[in-house]
C-alpha cells in the first residue's frame, strides 16, 4: 500500500483535533434573539432561544490589522475574532447569538457575546471555526 499525504492527513486528523479541542478554555452557549411581549406588562422583550448549551470553546483574536486607508487622520485597526468548537459539535450559520458563560484562561471573557457572521470552516480540519463579531 502506497503512502499518500491524503492518508497522511486523515491518519493525522483526528489527534490534531484532541489538540485543538485541548486549547478550549472557554465554555458558551449559542442562542437565537426574538422580540416578544412580556406577558404582565405587554412591554417588548427580548427572548433567548437557546441553539446550544454547556459547549467547549476558544473565543481568539485572529488578526488586528491596520486599514491601508486612514480615516480622520488616522489609520484603523480591524479586529477579526474566530470562535473555535469541536469538530462536529455545533453547526449553525449566520447571526446566531454565543454568549461566553466560563473561561478557565481569562476571567474577562465571560459575559463576551458574539454574532456568528457565517457558517465554519469545515472539511479537513481540526476544530470548526465560526467567524464572529462582538456585540457586547
Known amino acids: 500500500m502506497a503512502v499518500t499525504l491524503g492518508g497522511d492527513v486523515s491518519a493525522a486528523l483526528p489527534g490534531l483535533r ?19 411581549e412580556d406577558p404582565e406588562t405587554l412591554q417588548p422583550v427580548t427572548v433567548e432561544t437557546v441553539v446550544a448549551s454547556g459547549v ?18 488616522q489609520e484603523p485597526v480591524v479586529s477579526k475574532l474566530v470562535l473555535s ?13 454565543v454568549r461566553v458563560t466560563a473561561s478557565d484562561a481569562d476571567e474577562g471573557l465571560v459575559g463576551v457575546k458574539v454574532r456568528t457572521l457565517d457558517f465554519p470552516t469545515m472539511g479537513q480540519v481540526s476544530a470548526w471555526r ?7
Not at 85 to 97: C, D, L, T
Not at 130 to 136: G, R, T
Request: neutral net charge.
Open 130 to 136: 465560526y467567524p464572529v463579531e462582538q456585540v457586547s
Open 56 to 73: 467547549r470553546a476558544r473565543l481568539r483574536s485572529a488578526a488586528r490589522d491596520p486599514r491601508d486607508v486612514p480615516f480622520a487622520g
Open 85 to 97: 468548537v469541536p469538530f462536529g459539535s455545533v453547526r449553525v450559520g449566520p447571526s446566531v447569538f
Open 18 to 36: 484532541a489538540e485543538a479541542e485541548s486549547r478550549m478554555t472557554e465554555t458558551v452557549v449559542f442562542f437565537t434573539e426574538a422580540l416578544g
